[in-house]
């Protein structure tokens, strides 16, 4: 009987151990937690979230939304585990974490098809089916391992976000709302400096202690710098960039040399995030430092910026659309590992690979429906451009034939073909 290899326990992962093992194929899961950590996970489950309890809108116009309610339609363990464990937040789904690991985590431990092993993975036998489901977060030799099969050198970029601070902490007196120019609404809070403070600011910003990541530099998307790294590159470079005052005038600050914007980040709208301030500094001084932002002397602090890894592989140019490379079909990829960014892509990947290797082990040969927003997905990160490819999210723009106006329609076609798919595959 045919055994899959399967390594990395996480969303991918599980997603396809349980489709293989739940259409009588063997499966041996490879997981190297808890004997070697990623550095981002803090428990020894399989499923683990890593950082947000979110896995986004539940919205059928929301292209997440859409994405999470085909794969339901496919059996998905992430989606079974997440409405069993869901926790009230508004039109989002968002679940208790460790109740939805831990659940997934007894699946797969109690399926009879599944051994799991707790290896870490360095190298792969040859004639041996391997789906690779490592993540964002692959260990060191394995990247090696994957650099030398792929003949790519960058296999790893640096991700990073900003900070989130209560909004009832911010110093209203000082900070106001307004929208750039006055165009789209007020919902932005905007922190005005004069040049004094800017000047003060700035000199503590460049010279503030950095957290623990080396090479960071050379190796980040330019659309997420951190904060720091472009200050460094000229006193007046934030003042061009994200704290650009111009059109955030006021009769009481006419002229302000320098603004920080804070946009809303959650639906109730008690949480802003600091816009442009992705960062690499340690917590302490990210506190000590954007404290020193006018309005933000008070800030209190519910999540600081952080900057992580996110090892993903040039898809467009080495994987098939089944996900297997083009130089070893028995090297399969998923996960966010193969270009895809988000807990549900990533176990959305992972589900489409599986169901792509069942096909190819059965003889079935049947298309995966094409008007889908997973196979969209896939379709981008096995056909984008393979010269600056970048992690993608589910999002309308890369489902063919979508527009503002039929959203709704196209997501309501999409998930009758998952469904008449799902019926010719006679899962
Ligand atoms: C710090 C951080 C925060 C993130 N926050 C979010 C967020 O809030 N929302 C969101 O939608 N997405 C987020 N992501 C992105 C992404 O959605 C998640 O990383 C997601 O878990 C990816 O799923 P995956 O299955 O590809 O990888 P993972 O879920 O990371 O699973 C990979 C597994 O492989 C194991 N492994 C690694 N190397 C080996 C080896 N050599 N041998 C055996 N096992 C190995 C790991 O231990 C891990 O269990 C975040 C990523 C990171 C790194």
Redo the contacts with the bound molecule.
């Keep these: 009987m045919i055994k899959i290899n399967i390594?990395?326990?996480?969303?991918?992962?599980c997603e396809a151990a349980n489709f293989l093992a739940n259409h009588n194929i063997k499966v041996k899961l490879?997981?190297?937690?808890p004997l070697k950590n990623?550095g981002?996970?803090h428990t020894d489950f399989?499923g683990?979230?890593?950082?947000?309890n979110s896995l986004?809108s539940k919205s059928l116009d929301n292209a997440c939304g859409l994405l999470k309610e085909e794969i339901k339609n496919l059996d998905s363990i992430i989606m079974e585990s997440a409405l069993k464990n869901e926790v009230p937040s508004g039109n989002a789904l968002s679940v208790d974490r460790d109740n939805f690991a831990k659940y997934i985590t007894d699946k797969i431990k109690n399926n009879k098809n599944i051994e799991i092993i707790n290896?870490?993975?360095?190298n792969f036998n040859e004639n041996e089916i391997y789906l690779i489901?490592?993540?964002?977060?692959?260990?060191d030799?394995?990247v090696n391992k994957i650099k030398e099969i792929t003949k790519q050198d960058n296999l790893f970029f640096f991700d990073a976000s900003a900070p989130l601070i209560l909004k009832d902490s911010i110093n209203m007196n000082i900070a106001y709302k307004k929208a750039r120019y006055d165009q789209g609404d007020d919902s932005y809070i905007n922190c005005p400096f004069t040049k004094e403070e800017y000047l003060n600011f700035y000199n503590k910003l460049i010279n503030a202690k950095l957290a623990m990541i080396h090479n960071f530099d050379k190796n980040y998307f330019e659309g997420c710098m951190p904060i720091e790294v472009l200050a460094k590159r000229g006193i007046d470079t934030l003042r061009y960039g994200p704290l650009k005052p111009k059109g955030l005038e006021t009769e009481k600050y006419p002229k302000p040399y320098a603004v920080v914007q804070l946009r809303q980040d959650n639906l109730l709208g008690d949480l802003y995030n600091l816009v442009g301030f992705q960062t690499n500094l340690t917590y302490g001084e990210q506190k000590r430092v954007f404290s020193m932002i006018p309005g933000l002397e008070n800030a209190e602090f519910v999540r600081y910026g952080?900057m992580?890894?996110?090892t993903y592989i040039n898809s467009p140019i080495l994987l098939n659309e089944d996900l297997s490379l083009k130089t070893n079909q028995n090297l399969i990829f998923a996960?966010?590992?193969a270009g895809v960014?988000?807990?549900?892509?990533?176990?959305a990947c992972?589900l489409y690979a599986a169901i792509k290797l069942y096909q190819k082990i059965n003889n079935i040969d049947l298309s995966f429906p094409k008007n889908t927003m997973l196979y969209s997905l896939i379709f981008y990160i096995t056909n984008g451009n393979g010269k600056n490819f970048s992690p993608m999210n589910a999002n309308f723009g890369i489902m063919y034939g979508v527009n503002k106006k039929n959203k709704l329609e196209k997501a309501n076609e999409s998930i009758n073909s998952i469904k008449e798919f799902k019926k010719e595959l006679n899962l």
């Design positions: 390594v990395g326990g996480g969303l991918a992962g490879y997981e190297m937690r990623t981002a996970h399989l683990e979230l890593v950082c947000s986004k290896q870490e993975i360095e489901c490592t993540g964002p977060l692959t260990s030799k394995l952080l992580h890894r996110n996960g966010q590992l960014e988000g807990y549900v892509e990533s176990a992972g």
